[in-house]
């Protein structure tokens, strides 16, 4: 492992940010950490073992930032939990190097913590593919509502890259979930869930999500679905029936879409009917198998 310039303020935040060859990408996301509000922000790289050179210096970024090399991939998830147990700041925020945060991102969120002991936070997000713009999802998850009905049922969004809570509770849900390799914006809500945090999910969208399709994409992956069916078989034991419906509806579905599979898809499809699940769910995931992508999706609910 390889560590470069720390800041020398005391930061009341930390952002880890993993990536891996995305250097036009990760350049905007840093940018975006630094046009914050609040100015007392640590901002980690870690770089998982990229093929090229993340050009930060030519971008006039390299000394703003500590930069942690792998020398093999570990993954997203692993690569988080080296950042954090570096980072410095009272909180911890990730951040996906293909996504990036309004300006008032951190401070929105860090009025909201003051009010809270022990809180697991996020926002709603803007989804943005191509031209299109979409704030999601189209409600924020209720208190004492279950990440899995929100996501799967209700058809929610939780990202990682709206995630803040303090280091030691980001380190150890990380920690805890370092193991998977697949749904890792999930199994850390879900672990929140576990714990009996409470998910607080501020309404206005404060991040942006890149929705667009790149072939480094993991759902475009065919070994990706099959660790995907694995991951659900492992953690779905204990969730409600239209829940794991749900999921084979509004994850599998899309997966086996993304990497060529419509047949699977469509079996999907046909094996995911639920009573409690809207009837718009169905719709709009036909819709995707017939045109891989339709912008129907970003209808509102």
Request: hydrophobic share 45%.
């Amino acid at each position: 492992m390889i560590i470069e310039a720390a800041s020398p303020l005391a930061p009341i935040v930390t952002v880890v940010i993993p990536t891996r060859d995305r250097r036009e990408l990760l350049i905007r996301a840093i940018r975006s950490v630094f046009e914050q509000t609040i100015s007392n922000i640590e901002v980690i790289v870690v770089d998982d073992a990229s093929a090229g050179d993340l050009g930060l210096e030519e971008a006039g970024l390299a000394d703003r930032l500590i930069v942690i090399r792998n020398p093999v991939a570990l993954g997203v998830q692993r690569s988080r939990l080296i950042g954090a147990t570096m980072a410095r700041g009272r909180f911890v925020a990730l951040l996906d190097s293909d996504d990036w945060w309004d300006v008032k991102k951190l401070e929105k969120q860090l009025a909201v913590a003051a009010s809270y002991q022990a809180a697991f936070l996020s926002s709603r997000v803007t989804v943005a593919k191509g031209s299109l713009r979409k704030a999601a999802p189209w409600r924020p998850i209720n208190n004492g509502e279950r990440v899995e009905d929100f996501l799967y049922v209700q058809r929610g969004l939780l990202q990682a890259s709206t995630a803040l809570a303090d280091r030691n509770t980001m380190i150890s849900l990380l920690d805890q979930t370092v193991a998977f390799k697949v749904h890792t914006d999930t199994v850390l809500f879900l672990e929140a869930q576990k714990r009996g945090l409470e998910i607080v999910q501020l309404a206005e969208p404060l991040a942006f999500f890149d929705d667009n399709p790149r072939a480094d994409r993991m759902s475009y992956d065919p070994q990706r679905v099959v660790a995907s069916i694995n991951w659900f078989n492992d953690v779905s034991g204990e969730w409600s029936a239209e829940a794991r419906k749900g999921f084979v509806l509004m994850d599998m579905v899309s997966r086996y879409v993304n990497s060529g599979q419509r047949g699977k898809a469509l079996q999907c499809l046909f094996r995911s009917w639920h009573p409690k699940l809207a009837l718009g769910l169905y719709v709009r995931q036909i819709a995707y198998i017939l045109f891989n992508g339709s912008p129907t999706r970003f209808l509102r609910r």
